[in-house]
């Protein structure tokens, strides 16, 4: 009798460690979407994690300008850190039916990337040049 039922118990110990494993992993994705992202330049706080979004498919895109230089960008619904300069035009637009605005950081004034808008904004930030807070 002893051996069958000590088959069938569990220490509390191995069950907490499963419960705590599903809770920290539920912990990290929420911490992860509660990521701040600033500016590289001043550290200002521009958008979060969580408002990154995909624009035909992807989130990350790598453009060139006419000039020959590229950008690797990330999209995102709001960057309440960035302010919109320059009348929107559709001259050379990345995205097909957007037209777009320079997206300046709010604080220092360097550009953080492009707002595009057409019905449906977002704004697509350089990579390089916003970063996780520390």
Request: glycine share 6%.
């Amino acid at each position: 009798m002893e051996l069958v039922w000590n088959q069938y118990c569990f220490k509390k110990t191995d069950l907490q460690a499963e419960k705590s494993t599903s809770t920290d992993v539920e912990n990290d994705e929420t911490a992860e979407e509660n990521k701040k992202l600033c500016c590289t330049f001043c550290k200002t706080h521009v958008t979060d994690v969580a408002a990154g979004i995909s624009i035909n498919g992807q989130h990350t895109h790598t453009f060139s300008n006419p000039a020959g230089y590229a950008y690797t960008i990330n999209c995102y619904e709001s960057a309440p850190g960035c302010l919109n300069i320059g009348e929107g035009t559709h001259q050379f637009t990345w995205f097909k039916g957007y037209e777009w605005q320079i997206a300046i950081c709010h604080a220092c004034k360097e550009q953080l990337g492009w707002f595009f808008s057409n019905g449906q904004q977002f704004y697509a930030l350089i990579a390089d040049y916003i970063s996780l807070e520390k």
